[in-house]
């Protein structure tokens, strides 16, 4: 891959890695409801599911899921649903140990099915693939996927774990009096608000 492609690729990825979207802001209430361990699970499912979607892509299943409105929509439901019942649960816990009670967590398998069921991820995944995967000769596929992967799979896991770590900072302060029931309804807001977009923009 040329090194102009590269550098591009970089800049794409940074954008869309660290903007907020619902893996980050899970990242960090996460984190602050069930401390920096349970949240790191999350931050390594992420590459894991954006990768297994980016080769999906590239092997043609993201073709698919664009010509074909009704996996679109059932897609797009199921993450829709998802994001709703995860904006519930944190709006409902005002301490750590609601949290608990609620069982607020998103375990390994869960964030990786996660990845799957984003329509927009799905759609950035397919940008990837086209700008830096698919042009060119055909027999370096596979040496520009190798290229791609491991950096989509760094960028994932970087953005998340940084958002964790600020949530895993802020655990102690966000414990006293309300703070945690505001930042958590406010972190549900957010999630809504996410959902919103993506049914817009579906």
Request: net charge positive.
């Amino acid at each position: 891959m040329p090194w102009t492609d590269f550098i591009a690729l970089l800049g794409v990825v940074t954008a869309m890695a660290f903007t907020p979207g619902p893996n980050t802001l899970l990242s960090a209430a996460l984190a602050v409801n069930r401390g920096l361990p349970a949240a790191l699970r999350f931050c390594l499912a992420v590459p894991v599911g954006w990768c297994g979607m980016l080769l999906a892509c590239a092997l043609g299943l993201g073709a698919l899921i664009q010509a074909w409105p009704a996996l679109r929509g059932a897609i797009t439901v199921a993450g829709l649903g998802y994001l709703l019942w995860l904006a519930w649960k944190l709006w409902r816990s005002g301490s750590l140990g609601e949290a608990d009670a609620a069982r607020l967590q998103v375990g390994f398998w869960q964030g990786v099915a996660l990845q799957f069921v984003n329509i927009k991820a799905w759609m950035a995944a397919l940008m990837v693939v086209a700008g830096w995967v698919a042009p060119g000769a055909a027999e370096a596929f596979w040496a520009r996927l190798a290229v791609v992967l491991p950096v989509m799979a760094a960028y994932a896991f970087a953005s998340n774990a940084s958002y964790a770590l600020l949530g895993g900072l802020l655990r102690g302060w966000l414990a006293q009096g309300a703070r945690l029931l505001w930042f958590n309804r406010t972190m549900a807001l957010l999630l809504l608000a996410t959902a919103v977009w993506m049914a817009r923009s579906a």
